[in-house]
Structures are given as C-alpha cells and as structure tokens.
C-alpha cells in the first residue's frame, strides 16, 4: 500500500474512532425529581402536580427502575401530537412492557388500529346489531339475580361484564356465532394474562413494584411459555383452521364475512400464506386484549359510579323511555344503533365519569431524537407522558367548576364520550387516538340501558376503593354492586 493511501486508511480510521469516543455534548435536560414509592403509588396526582408546580412544566421522575418524563397542560398538545419528535407506537410498545413490537417488520399498533378503522367503524350499525343481543343476555342473566328480591342482593359485576365482552369480541374477531364457555373462558385469561404482561396490574404487587426488571423478564418467560401456548392456542388455532381451509380452497366463503379475520384476509388482496398467518394470528391476540381488558374496566367504572350517584337514575331511565323503539317482529319495546344514539345524557354521564375519575399518566410518547421542549430537550429514546388531570379539570378549558361532577354537564354541546380534544383525551389524541372509542362507548351504553332497565343499582355503604390510584385507566376500582328489581321493567 503507498504512503498516500496508508494516510487516507488511518485519516479515515482516526475519523470513525473519534466519532465513537468524542463526549456526547451535554443536553439541558429537565430536573430529576425524587417522589417516594408512597407518593408515586399511593397519591400519585398530587404528588406530580406539586413537583410540575414547583420546578417547571416537565420534569422527570423515576418509577420503577424506569426514568418517565412529565409535563402539564401547557406541553400536553406538543408531546401528544408531534408525531415527528414523539411516537405513538413506540411510547405505547415500552410502556407495555412489549419493546419487541418495534422490531417487527410490520407496526402491531398500527395493524391494529387500520383494523379497527376500516374493518369496524364504517359498519359500526350493522356490528352492533350482530353484537347488541350477547350484550343484553348477560345483563339480563345478572339483573335475574336478583328477581324477588325485597332487599338489594349483591352481585358479581366484573365476571358478567368480561363474559359479554369476551363473547361478543370472538364473534366480532372470528365470527364465533355459539356460546362456546371454553372459548369465551379462554379469550378472558388471554385477556389477563396479556395485561399482567403489559404492567397493567405492576404498580398493585409489592415484587413487580420493587423488583421491576427481573419482574419483566419473568413475566415475558411466562408470556412465551404458557399464556400463548396454552392459553391462547384454542383461538389461535381456530383462526389458523380457517386460513389453511382458505390456502387449501382459494376460497373464503366458510369464513364469517361480517369478522375482522375475514377483513383481514381481504385486505390481504390474496389468500395469506404462512408467515401472513402467524401475523393475522397476533392480530387477533392483540385486539383480544385491548377490547375485553380497557371496554370492561370502563364499564366497572361508569356503573359503580352510576351506584354511587344514584340521583342520576331516574332521568337516565326517563330518556331510556323516550329513545326506545318497537321491535317489528314481537311488538316489544327494544334498544337500537338510533335509540344509543339519542341517550344524549348517558352519553354525557359517561363522558364525566372518564373525564374525572382520576387519570394521570395515561397515555405515553417516546422520543425519537432529541427534543426541544418547554425550555430543555428531552433525550433520544425517552419516556414522556402529560399529566391527564391538569387537562382534564383545568378551570381554563372547563369553567370555575371544572374539578366538579356534573352528570348532565354536555348535553345539548356537541361534545360526545367518544369524542377527543386538547383539553379531552381519555382515548388519546393525535393519529393514534383510539379508533375503537366509538364501539366502546355504543357497548357501555346498550349495557347500562338494559341493566338500569331491569333492576336499581346502589354500592354497599355507598362508595368504592380505588386499587391503583396511578392506573385508574385500566384497573377498575373495587366495591360490592347491590341489586334491587324494579317494580315495572322497560325491557
């Protein structure tokens, strides 16, 4: 090798080595606050709203091993939607424990959310009048408990409330049209086992909270072992018999057209082979989880609030009067898309509920580079979430009585449960808001009409515990819902 050449080989190396080894410019980074555990996972809101108070609009905090960036209102539009600095899906993917979503070669969440947009939404009637009498049977099997009762009967809530949703999803995923119990027992506990895995119970459980990293690696060992083997391998392989009977015929008439598989193969352009299989397969493990799991504990949620602020009964079971239709075929009085629709004030309890029920770090953003924000620059790769009460129950976007429950609070606006804002985002915000909001909201309307319609509802002592105060998003709150039957039922 010439001399001239041997100097552009070590010009070229020295340049590279540098560039490896050189210090990283330091950045200006928010202030790291120490909160205690106690704080963190006992009063968490008042603790990050006093920290936001005191040292600026973001600062950040470690939880969990873990360190998470908080900012207030101010910054919550910025981090929320500026998807070039800020993601959705991989935010999403290190908050559920599931770093592994951003190496596959397809987006899961964003699979997940064009399935939901294009294959549900457009027939979101038709859906739901396949879906509505799954839902009204099993409100109607636990209001039954409560039939010549003379005093209120306590009832399970939570088992009746995952079963419809359990049995409604598998019709809606794979067009499962029959009560199959081993089926609707199976998609629960994937349903569970699925949340354990993504952290939505961590902050409950002293060894999750305390040891947060070998909790997660043990938790994925049991993911990878048992819950997808065993667990969801009766779906799994139900979804598979289908696809192969497709491969096998070039056809797709055995496959329910009205399900989310059969949208899924359609969309394909062709009949999928194996490796667009296992990726239908993870679809459906997917949106097994995110619509049992959140719709459920939403709707534990809205009715023992319901309990607990009974005054709102009697009106409720007045409109539910007024937007009944006549069932053509029997005569009887029925619920229907329209008569969702019109409840104009259940729609406006929910919408209440969500928005005070004590939200704080509900949704997340990871940074994709280096951010300029509120002064300082969040690193490359960094957790961030805003603070969803300091939007939620500002005075400046809600009025004086912003931090106050007002049932009735968004009738005759146009500001729907389902409907998302700056200032509004229990589903979310920017692209990523979730697309299934509108399915969610119609569902726990159709089951609180056609509970509040068979039975009154109170809570024991007239309250409830909130388990975990950091995650009210996804971990529903705990009581004893009591029953007693209504003189005349409305349906």
């Known amino acids: 090798m010439d001399p001239t050449t041997t100097c552009a080989v070590i010009s070229i190396a020295l340049i590279v080595l540098y560039s490896f080894t050189r210090p990283r410019k330091e950045l200006n980074t928010p202030p790291i606050i120490h909160l205690s555990d106690e704080a963190l996972f006992q009063y968490p ?53 599931m770093p592994i979503l951003n190496a596959l070669p397809y987006s899961l969440i964003g699979s997940l959310d064009k399935l939901v947009t294009k294959g549900v939404t457009p027939i979101l009637e038709r859906q739901l009048q396949r879906l509505g009498p799954i839902f009204q049977r099993h409100m109607f099997e636990l ?6 009762a003379k005093a209120p009967v306590p009832v399970e809530l939570a088992h009746s409330v995952h079963e419809a949703m359990a049995q409604s999803m598998l019709l809606l995923i794979i067009g499962e049209k029959e009560a199959d119990h081993d089926l609707i027992a199976a998609a629960i506990k994937v349903a569970f086992d699925v949340a354990i895995v993504a952290g939505i119970y961590q902050n409950i459980g002293y060894w999750s909270r305390t040891f947060p990293s070998t909790w997660r690696a043990f ?13 969801f391998r009766r779906i799994g392989w139900r979804v598979w018999k289908d696809l192969k009977q497709a491969r096998e015929t070039g056809k797709t008439d055995h496959i329910d057209p009205d399900c989310l598989v059969h949208y899924l193969v359609k969309d394909n352009g062709r009949i999928p082979g194996f490796t667009e299989s296992i990726w239908i397969i993870s679809l459906t493990l997917g949106i097994t989880f995110a619509s049992i799991h959140q719709t459920s504990a939403v709707i534990v949620w809205v009715i023992y609030e319901l309990a ?36 104009e004030l259940l729609d406006s309890f929910i919408r209440e509920v969500l928005r005070m029920k004590g939200d704080t770090i509900a949704v997340f953003r990871l940074s994709t580079k280096d951010a300029p924000l509120g002064g300082y620059v969040i690193p490359k790769g960094s957790l961030i979430t805003p603070i969803a009460t ?49 399915l969610a909201v119609a569902e726990i309307k159709l089951m609180i009409l056609t509970l509040i319609s068979r039975v009154d509802i109170f809570m024991e002592g007239g309250k409830y515990e909130i388990i975990d105060p950091l995650n009210t998003v996804a971990v529903p709150p705990r009581g004893q819902l009591l029953f007693l039957p209504l003189e005349k039922p409305l349906l």
């Open 45 to 97: 809101r008042q603790a990050y709203e006093a920290a936001l108070q005191q040292h600026g609009s973001v600062i950040g905090v470690y939880r969990k091993n873990r360190l998470e960036y908080i900012v207030d209102e101010s910054l919550a539009l910025q981090v929320l939607t500026n998807d070039s600095l800020f993601s959705a899906e991989r935010g999403t993917a290190a908050i559920l424990n």
């Open 143 to 148: 209001a039954a408990k409560a039939d010549d």
């Open 219 to 231: 938790i994925w060992i049991r993911l990878m072992i048992f819950t997808i083997p065993w667990t």
């Open 308 to 343: 607990v602020r009974r005054e709102y009964l009697p009106e409720l079971r007045k409109e539910l009067s007024s937007i009944l239709e006549t069932d053509p075929d029997t005569g009887k009085p029925a619920l229907t898309f329209a008569s969702l629709r019109n409840a």
């Open 390 to 438: 300091l939007s939620h129950e500002n005075p400046k976007n809600w009025g004086e009585d912003a931090n106050k429950f007002i049932g009735d609070r968004w009738v005759g606006t146009d500001k729907t449960a389902a409907s998302v804002s700056t200032s509004y985002w229990p589903f979310g915000l920017g692209r990523f808001a979730c697309p299934g909001r509108y």
